[in-house]
């Protein structure tokens, strides 16, 4: 497999997008534990496209984790593997920077070629034990989950971190999805689980958040409410504030 090939190996599979991205690699990466704590800490989980249309990827990446956002994923369907690889180069120094937690979604192969501190699936992705063999016990593994029974058997399996609970209102970003509301929040919250987790979908600074937090929720992820604030920074502030 050529994923396996040692660093200087080059495969099919090691473009130069890829072997330029193996001295991040091997730089220096937080522990698991350390991962963990940042995990236990989050509060404000921000997903975002590569911007490309703007071109201000880097810029708002920082406004963003400087406002309070604790992770950061990358999500974008559009992105072919190699352009993707790029922007997740960029994604990884920032959070470097500032102390922060990145994420990638899907795609195993791209997680461990960046070194991703977090790596996100779905309902149809790999099992949590699929990923963990793909790339081992120090990356923090999430799994979307959509009702009660899901949420359910992702708080139950041992091998996952974390897990996000939604879309509590619909949103143009998971098109075709039908909302779940706040009522599975309120149980995930009543189960007492110790597990971090994060309600997601279509939350807003204004009373969508208040609903959600009176469901239970400490932790949400946003999509629109960071990446299109002419003040990202701000925006993220004002979600943190209000989340403990």
Known sequence: MALSAPVGSRGPLYSRAMTALLPLVDAPRPTREERLALLDAARLYVCTTARTATGDLEEFLDAAYAGGVDIIQLRDKDLEARAEIEALEILAAVARRHGKLFSVNDRADVAALVGADVFHIGQGDLTTAQARRLLGDDVIIGRSTHSIAQAAEADADTALDYFCVGPVWETPT??????????????VAASGTSRPWFAIGGI???????????????????????????DPAGAAASLRARLR
Request: proline share 7%; charged share 30%.
């Open 174 to 187: 998971k098109p075709g999805r039908a909302a779940i509301g706040t009522g599975p929040l309120r149980a």
């Open 204 to 230: 807003d600074e204004g009373p969508r958040l208040d609903e959600v937090v009176e469901a239970g929720s400490s932790r949400i992820v946003v999509v629109r409410a960071v990446t299109e604030a002419l």
